[in-house]
């Protein structure tokens, strides 16, 4: 297959994975990953447990480290350490299956949080900012309220606002709506597809397969650490190459 290149092909790459390796212990969760996200663009990432699609995605913002090859965010290799992967953190945002919001923090306080410790935004702009992100994804009257008041939806939902909040380049989300009750689950993807729409460059590992088709630009697939094969939505589902994905795919759309 030939390198990837987005369907967005006026936009310039904003994440460059090359020779990615990573492995725990003797598992090789990562092998020689090569993967270009381009500024705009929607990628989903699809595979079976166990395939490596969280590795990577959290390989992006260096909650996991690697052992070879190079990840670049806007041309910016990820730091080691310190305040340098402080703001890569800020410029890559990170939404994640179980929420991660402060319990001890309100809504408010949890967006907030990060624009004025990392951005250095003043209390009353991030306030106003957080307010304005808190109506967008619908839970603006949820504000004064801690997350354990709030139902997995709209904790997920808080989770978005407060990572639009640093104003990222770029989202991961990690298996998002699977800790959610079948009913919530809506409630979080249409946030998503209104962001995608919007412009936002995004990563997603999901199983949710009609968000792939209706927001992704391109589909991922990934097989024992490795990407087997990528398309676009509409290619992928309807003829899969690799037997491992029409293995999966058939699984997946039976039921």
Known sequence: ??????????????????????????????????????????????????????????????????????????????????????????????VFQSFNLFAHKTV?????????????????????????????????????????QLSGGQQQRVAIARALAMDPKVILFDEPTSALDPEMVNEVLDVMVTLASAGMTMIVVTHEMGFAHKAAHRVVFMSDGQIVEENTPDEFFANPRSDRAKDFLSKILTH
């Open 1 to 94: 297959m030939p390198e990837s290149t987005s369907t967005t092909t006026q936009n310039d790459p904003l994440v460059v994975l090359k020779q990615v390796n990573k492995h725990f212990g003797t598992l090789h969760v990562l092998a020689d990953i090569d993967l270009t996200v381009s500024r705009g663009e929607v990628v989903v990432i699809l595979g079976p447990s166990g395939s490596g699609k969280s590795t990577l995605c959290r390989a992006i913002n260096r909650l996991e480290t690697i052992d070879s090859g190079t990840i670049t965010v806007d041309g910016k290799l990820l730091p080691e350490e310190g305040r340098a992967l402080a703001q890569l953190r800020a410029d890559v945002g990170m």
């Open 108 to 148: 408010l306080e949890n967006v907030t949080l990060g624009p004025i410790k990392v951005r250095r935004l003043r209390p009353d702009a991030a306030k106003t900012r957080a307010m304005e992100l808190l109506e967008r994804v619908g839970v603006a009257d949820q504000a004064e309220k801690y997350p354990a």
